[in-house]
């Protein structure tokens, strides 16, 4: 009686345990379709449009209600991309994040999940797709938008100095300076203080302008081409000499709130910067009149031209528990009449997407769809560097608009960089 009753327990316990396993196995199924609320990671980059995103998630929260999206912003002044790969080296890996295609993709390649098959990827626009296709026709990234930049000007401001006509020459540009100089406006807000507003934007016109800006960057790695004696990096050094003897004081330390505010009041007439600061910009100052002038570097008809492209992507971690959820939430944001509203009237975006009308942009989504519709553009060609070099770069600009160094030294120490972070 006692062996049966040692048996009997024993079985019991056993058919508990199993009973126990299959019942946890089930509910954990059950609780990520039925139940339990997933929660997304997302780190994004464009602290501009942060108070707007929250606003976006919580419509999406409101339309599914099992998942939750943890938004986290760094950019302006942080450095976005070293803020990642620490989130990757301690384990924190976001679902969502921001990747900018070319040597970037390569680098990241390894993390991302394929994207091609989605249902928005057939909306995206062609020059949307280019920086985030590897060389098998994968798209492994959704565009934020498209974005352009240049001397974002008053046109009050330039009124007020008698200039009638926006210059789109260098010479022009130094004209206009002159007057408005004369008229006690300080012509340019230069952020030198922003390794990534010298040392990427302002650097990239010199490379774009190129007759092949691909090819020339090729001829860079392969040693055939030079940043020495290149027409076109002899040619920067008159816009970089323009903006420094017309521009604030003390460039070197004024950094991207500064710089923006100092143009958004009225105190400087000209900001090389993006449609991205619109917002920012209209908050400070909601009547204010601007548009966009390009970085012209000589006088030559082809100067009239602005970088256009694609500043960054979504992306998704492919070893994300929660995958499935995080696909959901970048098809809502691109096909949704929601997310589709919030895109155009409230980030004031440029969008990537065919199926996107660019309804209810500003002066500066305005000015850069003009300049796109008329193919005056050039494009965007940092992505395409040595990773690390465009810090190099924006330390050597400094170190020459500190009277440091001379511009023959500027061009052999960007050779340097270059040949020592290829």
Not at 148 to 177: C, Q, R, W
Request: glycine share 8%.
């Amino acid at each position: 009686m006692k062996r049966l009753l040692l048996l009997s327990i024993s079985l019991f316990l056993v058919i508990g345990i199993v009973a126990g396993c299959s019942s946890s196995g089930s509910s954990d199924e059950k609780s990520k379709s039925d139940g339990d609320v997933v929660t997304l990671n997302m780190f994004q980059f464009k602290v501009e449009i942060a108070d707007q995103l929250a606003e976006l998630i919580k419509e999406f929260e409101a339309e599914h209600p099992n998942i939750k999206v943890k938004l986290e912003s760094v950019g302006g002044g942080a450095d976005y991309g070293a803020a990642l790969k620490a989130k990757f080296a301690s384990g924190e890996q976001p679902d969502i994040f921001n990747n900018g295609g070319f040597k970037e993709l390569e680098l990241w390649k390894e993390h991302l999940a394929d994207l091609s098959n989605e249902p928005w990827a057939e909306h995206v626009l062609p020059i949307g797709k280019v920086p985030m296709t590897d060389e098998d026709g994968t798209l492994y990234g959704m565009p934020v938008n498209l974005e352009g930049y240049g001397f974002i000007y008053n046109k009050d401001l330039f009124a007020e100095a008698g200039i009638t006509e926006p210059p789109t020459t260098v010479s022009e540009l130094i004209d206009a300076a002159k007057k408005l100089e004369a008229n006690g406006i300080t012509p340019f807000s230069a952020g030198y203080g922003e390794w990534w507003v010298i040392g990427q934007h302002l650097l990239n016109i010199p490379f774009a302008q190129q007759d092949d800006p691909v090819a020339f960057i090729e001829g860079l790695y392969d040693g055939t081409e030079s940043f020495v004696g290149n027409k076109h990096f002899q040619d920067f050094q008159t816009v970089l000499d323009a903006e420094l003897q017309y521009g604030n004081a003390n460039p070197i330390t004024t950094d991207y709130n500064t710089q923006v505010t100092q143009f958004a009041t009225g105190k400087t007439a000209m900001l090389q910067q993006g449609n991205w600061v619109e917002n920012m910009i209209y908050e400070i100052n909601p009547d204010i009149n601007m548009a966009f002038l390009p970085i012209a570097m000589t006088d030559d008809a082809s100067a009239n031209r602005l970088p256009v492209g694609v500043p960054n992507n979504w992306v998704l971690n492919k070893n994300s528990d929660n995958l499935e959820e995080a696909k959901t939430f970048l098809n809502w944001m691109v096909s949704s009449e929601t997310g589709k509203r919030f895109i155009t009237e409230e980030f004031a975006f440029i969008p990537a997407f065919d199926n996107i009308e660019p309804a209810g942009l500003g002066d500066l989504g305005q000015s850069i769809l003009e300049y796109s519709v008329e193919d005056n553009t050039i494009p965007w060609t940092w992505f395409r560097w040595p990773d690390g070099a465009n810090k190099e770069f924006a330390a050597t600009i400094q170190e020459y608009a500190a009277g440091k160094i001379d511009y023959d030294t500027v061009l052999q120490r960007f050779q340097s960089t270059w040949d020592s972070f290829k």
